[in-house]
């Protein structure tokens, strides 16, 4: 494994004062938003100090850091497969390992590394989706083939594992296992798959026990990840799938309540957030998106989406891919089929304004200073939102991060940087992208790609 340090002071980025961890997907409140301070206003004149570097393998999984290590999942192909070119590619077998692996976040060096093997039949065949889930002595991952893992933060030692399709005759989603496992309290909470009323399954985080099941989807239920929100002074889990968004008690699973929502393609990947006291927001690729009200044991729409297809002239509100949206009182930003960087109004889902600028490729500080809007729309085209204070982290496809203001008056790019290279093919058309959410913490930031895993300090100096 090559591992290359640079001068940035040790520690920086593991162990610093009032550093903050991002332990699971969207951090650790699994709300996207990154709490630290003391970071740059804008970005040094030759971009931000890498502090290391380290190579890796394949896959869409972001990093977790947690306790001065990080952790993360990739997929090793067998030594004559070949990972292919086109994410719908009929067919596609891709044997490998998937490995978990575990870093010294200050240096990038190997702390321990677990791996077991698989045999991938997915379209988008590249890899593992699931940011790894650390909680206290325990760190669990998610593969693309359904393998469900727990093992030792301090030694990567596998205490207990499932598997969705052997242990509870689950389908295989089109584009892979991708819910992110959500710890509550003793449980590790799953959207499994399984026939039987077991969509959704709760295991004893410590021993893999079943503890209970709840609810049904045919076919491939999706991808969005369990989330839980107080709603009507009660504690829900929610969980969205390919018919409906639900509400569950967490403790039981028992059903609280349903709404219908029929997703075409099965493409519910963006995380639903939660709107004020009451309400709850989800947004799909080609259906939309929905507003809810939702009380103690029911729920009732607000607004539907008016949408009539994927396309920029057929879409009305916001119709994100896979980027979960920001919820900002009367306002939501998120980003749309095409790569449109939106505001919408809370209440109603009208467009406010949009903007190309975020997800396009690297721009020269003279078009920044001249406002600029690209033309070029991509389908697909993504970019991750990262509120920080009063400002925003944007990830984008290419490898960009942004600093902006995202208010309902517009975009204003602040500035930009490139931080690393898409390596992607799976998008088609020869169009390279990453599609990896960073992990914010420790003032740094780390980014992978298909070949690299690189920690920036982004530390004001």
């Not at 949009?354 to 078009?367: C, D, L, Q, V, Y």
Request: glycine share 10%; net charge neutral.
């Amino acid at each position: 494994m090559r591992v290359l340090l640079t001068v940035v002071a040790f520690g920086v980025c593991a162990g610093a004062v009032g550093a903050e961890d991002w332990p699971q997907w969207l951090g650790p409140q699994r709300d996207g938003t990154w709490r630290e301070d003391g970071l740059v206003e804008k970005f040094p004149a030759r971009g931000p100090k890498v502090a290391w570097k380290t190579d890796i393998g394949v896959g869409y999984a972001g990093p977790a850091v947690a306790n001065g290590k990080v952790f993360v999942i990739d997929l090793v192909p067998a030594e004559k497969a070949k990972v292919p070119s086109d994410g719908f590619a009929k067919g596609a077998r891709v044997p490998g390992k998937e490995r978990v692996q575990c870093l010294d976040a200050a240096t990038g060096k190997p702390v321990w590394s677990t791996d077991y093997p698989v045999d991938y039949t997915i379209s988008y065949a590249a890899g593992p989706r699931c940011t790894p889930t650390v909680d206290g002595d325990m760190v669990y991952t998610l593969g693309a083939m359904g393998d469900l893992k727990a093992v030792t933060v301090a030694d990567g030692k596998v205490v207990w594992s499932k598997n969705f399709m052997k242990d509870y005759d689950a389908g295989l989603p089109v584009w892979g296992f991708s819910s992110h496992p959500l710890v509550d309290g003793d449980k590790l909470i799953c959207l499994v798959g399984g026939t039987n009323d077991r969509l959704v399954v709760a295991f004893d985080k410590k021993t893999g026990k079943e503890l209970w099941t709840s609810q049904n989807c045919q076919g491939d239920f999706g991808y969005s990840p369990p989330m839980i929100y107080e709603f009507g002074g009660k504690r829900q889990l929610i969980v969205w799938h390919t018919r409906a968004v639900v509400g569950l008690e967490p403790d039981t699973g028992k059903l609280l309540w349903r709404v219908p929502f029929e997703v075409k393609y099965a493409l519910t990947a963006p995380t639903p957030r939660k709107v004020g006291a009451d309400k709850l927001f989800v947004t799909s690729f080609y259906n939309g998106s929905l507003l809810l009200k939702v009380g103690a044991d029911k729920a009732s729409v607000v607004w539907k989406s008016k949408a009539r297809g994927e396309t920029p002239d057929l879409t009305t509100d916001l119709s994100s891919i896979m980027a979960t949206p920001v919820v900002v009182g009367e306002h939501i930003y998120g980003v749309c089929s095409y790569g449109q960087l939106r505001c919408i109004e809370t209440d109603t889902g009208k467009r406010v304004w949009e903007s190309m600028k975020a997800t396009r490729g690297a721009r020269t500080p003279k078009a920044i200073a001249e406002n600029d809007e690209p033309s070029d729309k991509e389908r697909w085209g993504l970019a991750f939102l990262i509120p920080q204070g009063d400002r925003y982290f944007l990830f984008n496809e290419q490898g960009d991060l942004i600093i902006a203001k995202l208010t309902p008056k517009g975009y204003e790019e602040l500035d930009r940087a490139h931080l690393i290279d898409p390596t992607n093919t799976m998008a088609g058309r020869g169009r390279l992208v990453v599609w990896m959410h960073p992990a914010f913490a420790n003032k740094c930031v780390f980014v992978r790609n298909d070949k690299e895993l690189i920690c920036y300090s982004l530390a004001k100096e």
